[in-house]
Every structure is written in structure tokens, then in C-alpha cells.
């Protein structure tokens, strides 16, 4: 059974750090993108960061970039995605998603629940 458990979330004062955690089961972590994802309430869901296990490139949109850091633990079948100098408008349900390495999490097959991350201001 393939699994995704989000961990990490929490309430948070502006400024502030997390670290999100993603453990991964039921799946060959090695041949898969693992991306993290967050949905605002009233806003689409938006990809926020990607990892390719197959060679550990990373992948950000400008929105984030320098504030958010994605790592993988390939032993421990888990991804991180650390976040800093959060704002409100960080607040959001964070996923995490694994699809095929080479769509580069632009193509997902597997979803987590997600861990709620509210920023108060």
C-alpha cells in the first residue's frame, strides 16, 4: 500500500520556521518526484517545491524561492521541505505528492492528506 504521511504543521508567528516532513512507503522512492503543494482556503492548489530522487535536483517557483528548501532522505524514505520567514499568506494545507521522476512533479500519482500550517501575524 503506497503511503505519504505529512508531519510538522502547526501554528506559527510570522517570521518564524517549520519543517515539514514527508514519509514515504509502498513505492520505489528512488524512481520518483516527490513534490510538496499547498492550498489556501478559496485558492487553487499550487506546487511550491519538487525533488527528483533519481539525482536530487531540486525545483522552486520564483514565489518561493530562498525561503523554501526541499531535501530527501533517500535511507529513510522521507522528504523535508523547510520553511522560513513565513508570512499569513503561508497559510494553507501543505501536501506532499510523489509522480514519475521524470515529470518533475508535473505529473502526480500518489497524494498525502496534508499537514495545516497556519501563520498568525
Known amino acids: 500500500e503506497v503511503q505519504l504521511v505529512e508531519s510538522g504543521g502547526g501554528l506559527v508567528q510570522a517570521g518564524g520556521s517549520l519543517r515539514l516532513s514527508c514519509a514515504a512507503s509502498?513505492?520505489?522512492?528512488?524512481?520518483?518526484?516527490i513534490g510538496w503543494f499547498r492550498q489556501a482556503p478559496g485558492k487553487e492548489r499550487e506546487g511550491i517545491s519538487c525533488?527528483?530522487?533519481?539525482?536530487?535536483?531540486?525545483y522552486y517557483p520564483d514565489s518561493v524561492k530562498g525561503r523554501f528548501t526541499i531535501s530527501s532522505d533517500n535511507a529513510e524514505n522521507t522528504v523535508y521541505l523547510r520553511v522560513n520567514s513565513l508570512k499569513p499568506e503561508d497559510t494553507a494545507v501543505y501536501y506532499c505528492?510523489?509522480?514519475?521522476?521524470?515529470?518533475?512533479?508535473?505529473?502526480?500519482?500518489?497524494w498525502g492528506h496534508g499537514t495545516q500550517v497556519t501563520v498568525s501575524s
Open positions: 505528492a510523489a509522480g514519475p521522476w521524470w515529470a518533475l512533479c508535473t505529473s502526480v500519482e500518489y
Open positions: 509502498g513505492f520505489t522512492f528512488d524512481d520518483y518526484a
Open positions: 525533488i527528483n530522487n533519481n539525482d536530487g535536483s531540486t
